[in-house]
């Protein structure tokens, strides 16, 4: 038996399954977020131990699983989100996640400055961003919100879960790669930007390859449940799971993910050239992944539902279904924040075709990220998951706009990390 866990932005989720990667159960746990001025999101640490022992505690429940049938536990992460320790391995401030906007001025003002207008060659990204590991640690560090102290040490989410259970503060090259710390072309801390922030790579976690393992539990992890002896695999950020369990890198496909934002993933052989339209890293078996994401996706429905139907998404979508192009369709603009707005209006148009406005938008978006990731069409099909793939006039209009068929898949990121667990035991046994 395997348990996963992944430490999402809106829950912690964990599950088991078997040797064949058959689901034996799964929990969930909601974060708590606290929003301080200024466009702080901050989780507080004492809440994320309870989750991780809440999610652990259901899904053995829920799967009837003893915890000393497990084999290994595998883990993936939402990026970025980070916290300061002591040397004693207490946390001195909250966690502090990867949508707080605080930086967002340090970030355009350090944009030309060196060595931060070379991050896009060494990172995921290909241009500053306020949620980057590195732009909240200057902008913090500047600001005082976080006190320098001789021996803290910053830890990425995972490699505190990774310590809590196994004593070592771990961190896999797919993260690391995505906190603006890493240099993905030397493989190791980034030392010029680290001295800008005078911080010793002592001070952050080790790193390992994705697909890895950070170490074994032990007694400590009695405290949540979990016997001592048991490898821990880092499965990297969520999407990258997600691809691995719908084996993108055996059937060279496209993976489109609808879900709360549009994520379009494929794999390559090479470390893809730094863009600012694509986010990159390394992926398992010495592959690379490139990636676009757009954040105004499901959010974006979820929006049109509650204005227009009532926040009933079956309704929305069999409204879409009844509009009539006759009468025209306006045009939608959709944003982050507010939702969306539209242009193009006439007094002939109704609800059904503001619906249908929405969906043809993000769908158009969705097409471009395709284009974007895979422009030669390169791949051999386009695989979708996400709930947005169990609609199929939004489907239906991405292939229009794509001129490629998509089939529908699962593609869990629990179930991905539980396959690399599996996988790395049959690859280390002895």
């Known amino acids: 038996m395997y348990l996963s866990i992944d430490l999402g932005s809106t829950q912690f989720k964990a599950a088991v399954f078997d040797a064949n990667l058959e689901l034996l159960g799964k929990s969930a746990y909601t974060l708590k977020y606290h929003y301080p001025p200024n466009g702080g999101v901050e989780l507080n640490p004492t809440d ?18 003893k915890p000393t049938l497990l084999k290994a536990i595998a883990i993936d992460s939402q990026a970025q989100t980070f916290a300061v320790f002591d040397e004693k ?13 605080r930086a967002s001025t340090t970030a355009a003002r350090m944009a030309s400055v060196p060595p931060w207008n070379n991050l896009a060659r060494h990172s995921s990204f290909g241009y500053l961003l ?19 102290r001789k021996n803290s040490r910053f830890l990425l989410l ?37 001295e800008d922030l005078t911080i010793a790579p002592q001070q952050l976690p080790d790193v390992i390859p994705i697909g890895t393992s950070a170490g074994t539990t032990t007694t400590r992890a009695e405290k949540f449940g979990l016997p001592a002896g048991l490898p821990v ?32 993933y494929a794999v390559s ?12 890293g390394v992926y398992p078996g010495n592959l690379f992944y490139r990636m676009s ?28 279904e009844r509009s009539d192009k006759r009468k025209g369709i306006p045009s939608f603009n959709p944003e982050i924040i507010k939702g969306g707005s539209w242009t193009d209006i006439s007094i002939s148009q109704g609800p059904s075709e503001f619906v249908f406005s929405i969906i043809d938008s993000l769908a158009q978006r969705s097409a471009r990220m395709i284009d974007t990731v895979d422009p030669h069409c390169a791949c051999k099909g386009i695989l979708a998951a996400g709930g947005g793939s169990r609609r199929p006039l939004f489907v239906k209009l991405i292939e229009k706009y794509a001129k490629r068929k998509i089939r529908t898949i699962s593609a869990d990121p629990l179930q991905g990390a539980a396959r690399m667990a599996v996988q790395y035991l049959v690859d280390n046994r002895k």
């Open 158 to 194: 995972p490699a505190w879960i990774t310590e809590l259970l196994t004593e070592k503060a771990v961190v896999d090259d797919n993260l690391a790669g995505m906190s603006g710390l890493f240099s993905l072309i030397e493989g190791r801390w980034w030392n010029n930007i680290l």
């Open 48 to 65: 994320l131990v309870s989750g991780l022992k809440y999610i652990i505690k259901e899904v053995l429940k829920s799967a009837t699983v």
């Open 293 to 320: 994401a757009d954040s105004c996706g499901g959010n974006v429905i979820t929006w049109g539902t509650n204005l227009l139907t009532d926040g009933n998404y079956d309704n929305f979508f069999c409204l879409a």
């Open 269 to 280: 052989k090479s470390l893809p050239k730094p863009s600012r339209d694509i986010i990159r």
């Open 233 to 264: 695999i880092l499965a990297g950020n969520d999407q990258t799971a997600g691809a691995y369990g719908a084996r993108i890198e055996e059937s060279k496909s496209v993976l489109l993910t609808l879900g709360t934002a549009h994520v379009v």
């Open 89 to 101: 391995g207490t946390a001195v401030t909250p966690f502090f996640s990867w949508l707080d906007e």
């Open 130 to 148: 306020a949620g980057l590991q590195a732009c909240m640690l200057k902008h913090f560090l500047k600001t005082n919100i976080i006190k320098k």
